[in-house]
């Protein structure tokens, strides 16, 4: 069986948390798209860790993760990644692999977009890298592997001939023999951990283990469905779940959208419930919302149901977990976007992005709780107020929210 994580929203949503509590009951995590640009934060045991690349899972002994064939690997960053978690204590001999048929980021896909301003993105080289893909001149693990593992001249040729036309497609000079032989050096590293993960993966299922699927960012910053241009480069939504492991969709597979309580971005883009203001701050500060990977202050606003439909529409949302209700509790009143106004006219979630940046909030105003739900653990000690707010949020999406998370740590949620 699996179980498929999704952000509902612009990422951010507190999927970490949720990957992590999730990964008790599964056997395997698996990461399905995107780099280092993502930034998941788990608690355990008072202890914080910030992910980047590796599953969340790995914290759990013995659970298989792996990092699936849609994903760019910044190997540089991997290592460091997996050498911070073992000075931690986590072992990662022969539960951990990275498909051979993952993406290289290469230090020129990074220089490619050192002064990039108009998207806002994280700088780590994932649009370069998955351009490189897209135009068939990208090296994937297994090549390089390939490379260090069963040498031969000719084999060596195209390789470097794949280097130079990648740095033609970037306009970049460079000398394809030296990034070779970095990037082997690099790799020869992680060896071991390259696999054929699609494989693996399809052996697993069919040996009855359970699988969660991890995504990375969020629904809306996905390159065919997201508020395009200010997107990210790969499939964020459940199609990308699937080809981004090579695992075919089954009938019984859980998808559960991640959306907080109310919605933040970071980069650039269109954000209609945006709060510049005193409520925004406030949402800043108590959800402590600033970038897990490049720590800039994320943008806060109410929760926008439009698009949260939307994201349930893409998806196939089973349920919904929804994160960081906590937040909330000061407030004596919590608005709701519930439609938009584009253009003079009331409309959904729509398929333009200069529409989209059109669009004006619509709100209906719910009372607030005005007491602390930090930590709750059922649902019947929530305020009836708090509760109010999570039923209508369930009711407009449509979606019943079987997870509410009311704090960081990995026991602050109500299973409902
Ligand atoms: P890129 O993924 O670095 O290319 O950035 C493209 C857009 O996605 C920018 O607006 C980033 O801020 C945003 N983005 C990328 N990764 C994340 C994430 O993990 N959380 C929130 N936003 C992200």
């Known amino acids: 069986m699996k179980t498929i994580l999704i952000g509902a929203q612009f990422g951010d949503e507190g999927k970490g948390k949720m990957a992590d509590v999730l990964a008790k009951h599964n056997d395997v995590v698996a990461r399905y798209q ?22 969340s899972g790995i914290l759990h002994p013995g659970k298989i993760c792996v990092i699936g064939n849609g994903c760019v690997v910044d190997v540089e960053g991997l290592r460091s990644e997996m050498a911070g978690l073992e000075e931690r204590g986590v072992s990662f001999g022969g539960r951990f692999y990275v498909s051979d048929r993952a993406t290289l980021i290469l230090p020129y896909h990074k220089s490619a977009e050192k002064y990039e301003t108009r998207v806002g993105t994280t700088r780590r080289g994932i649009g370069p890298a998955y351009t490189s893909r897209r135009n068939r ?5 297994g090549d390089v592997n390939e490379f260090l593992r ?34 082997a050096c690099q790799v020869e590293g992680i060896g071991d951990f390259v696999a054929d993960t699609q494989h693996l993966l399809h052996s697993l299922v069919s040996d009855g283990r359970s699988i969660l699927l991890e995504g990375a960012q969020g629904t809306f910053l996905d390159i065919d469905h997201g508020t395009y241009p200010f997107v990210t480069s790969s499939g964020t939504t459940v199609g990308g779940a699937y080809s981004g492991t090579g695992l075919p969709p089954a009938i019984g597979d859980m998808i559960i959208g991640v959306a907080k309580a109310y919605i933040t971005r970071v980069g650039n883009g269109h954000l209609p419930t945006e709060q510049k203001n005193s409520y ?19 943008r806060c606003g109410w929760f926008d149901v439009p698009l949260a439909r939307k994201a349930s529409e893409i998806n196939g949302f089973g349920s919904v977990a929804l994160t960081k209700l906590d937040v909330l509790d000061a407030l004596p009143e919590v608005p709701v976007c519930t439609s938009y106004e584009i253009d003079g006219r009331e409309s959904d979630f729509p398929s333009t992005g200069r529409r989209f940046e059109m ?26 107020n708090a509760k109010r707010y999570v039923e209508f949020l369930e009711n407009m999406m449509g979606v019943r929210i079987s997870y509410v998370s009311t ?4 026991d602050d949620i109500i299973f409902r």
């Open 34 to 55: 995107g780099g280092a640009n993502a930034g998941h934060t788990v608690y355990r045991d008072g202890q914080q860790y910030i992910f980047h690349m590796i599953p």
């Open 280 to 298: 925004g701050e406030a949402m800043r500060k108590g959800g402590n919302e600033f970038g897990s990977t490049t720590g800039r202050p994320r």
């Open 150 to 183: 069963n040498y031969s001249e000719g084999y060596e040729r195209y390789v470097i001939g794949m280097i130079e036309s990648d740095l033609r497609l970037h306009g970049i000079e460079g000398e394809p023999p030296g990034i070779l032989d970095s990037a």
């Open 407 to 410: 704090g960081p740590g990995e």
């Open 359 to 384: 669009a004006h909030p619509v709100y209906t105003t719910l009372p607030g709780w005005q007491s602390e739900t930090s930590g709750m653990k059922e649902w019947k000690d929530l305020p009836d």
């Open 137 to 141: 001149s990208a090296l994937t693990l």
